[in-house]
């Protein structure tokens, strides 16, 4: 099912608060035009971590980026926590590993 404004009556909100649970919601925003796994899976984290404006069970859906690890925009309220979200990918990737690690 393709989403957007169209089908949303023009409000994107839609998307998050017509789900009628955490997978609903994954595929919900993964039908949106440039979501991928990773990129629904990071949004669903923000809704829910930064937002509370995710169902229950979204952490399920979200996979690793419901964590505590600074490792996503999910994890980003103010400049010190971009800073935090910075160097844990740096060091990921130091260590030869992937965000998702």
């Given at each position: 099912?393709?989403?957007?404004?169209?089908?949303?009556?023009?409000?994107?909100?839609?998307?998050?608060?017509?789900?009628?649970?955490?997978?609903?919601?994954?595929?919900?925003?993964?039908?949106?035009?440039?979501?991928?796994?990773?990129?629904?899976?990071?949004?669903?984290?923000?809704?829910?971590?930064?937002?509370?404006?995710?169902?229950?069970?979204?952490?399920?859906?979200?996979?690793?980026?419901?964590?505590?690890?600074?490792?996503?925009?999910?994890?980003?309220?103010?400049?010190?926590?971009?800073?935090?979200?910075?160097?844990?990918?740096?060091?990921?990737k130091a260590a030869g590993q992937q965000k998702t690690d």
């Amino acid at each position: 099912r393709g989403l957007g404004l169209e089908h949303d009556h023009g409000d994107a909100a839609d998307v998050w608060e017509g789900a009628t649970d955490a997978q609903d919601l994954s595929l919900r925003v993964n039908a949106l035009p440039g979501f991928g796994a990773e990129k629904t899976m990071i949004f669903i984290a923000l809704l829910g971590k930064r937002f509370g404006r995710a169902p229950d069970g979204w952490e399920a859906v979200a996979g690793p980026f419901a964590d505590d690890q600074p490792r996503s925009v999910a994890d980003i309220g103010s400049e010190a926590d971009l800073l935090d979200v910075r160097a844990w990918k740096k060091a990921k990737k130091a260590a030869g590993q992937q965000k998702t690690d």
